[in-house]
């Protein structure tokens, strides 16, 4: 068991929580950032903005590898880290990735 797994499931639950609250936090961005609504009506949505959960925010949201729970050095597009990678790719675990010579 990964000592970094209570982390993992953290950022799952935020990745939950962003993307069910993603509409009604555009929108209400949106609506802050009109000019020509009333200023009273953007600070009850800016209100309604502060109300929802700060776990929803994609900025609180952290890129992990999903083998190791590594923060940093993640590849996105393999959502692991680079030790990871370069261990499962010297093993050739990983198609189409091989060790560049020149």
């Known amino acids: 068991m ?3 797994e209570p982390k993992c499931i953290k950022d799952h639950n935020r990745r939950l929580l962003a993307e069910k609250f993603e509409l009604k936090r555009n929108l209400y961005k949106a609506f802050i950032r009109d000019p020509e609504l ?3 009506l ?3 949505l800016t209100a309604k903005l502060s109300k929802l959960p700060r776990n929803s925010s994609f900025t609180r949201i952290r890129n992990r590898c999903v ?3 590594r923060p940093r050095g993640v590849y996105e597009f393999f959502r692991m880290s680079r030790i990871v990678f370069r261990t499962l790719a010297n ?3 990983l198609n ?3 060790k560049a010579s020149w």
């Open 2 to 4: 990964w000592e970094d």
């Open 38 to 40: 009333p200023s009273e």
């Open 42 to 44: 953007r600070e009850k």
């Open 67 to 69: 083998f190791s729970g």
């Open 91 to 93: 093993q050739g675990m």
């Open 96 to 98: 189409g990735v091989k």
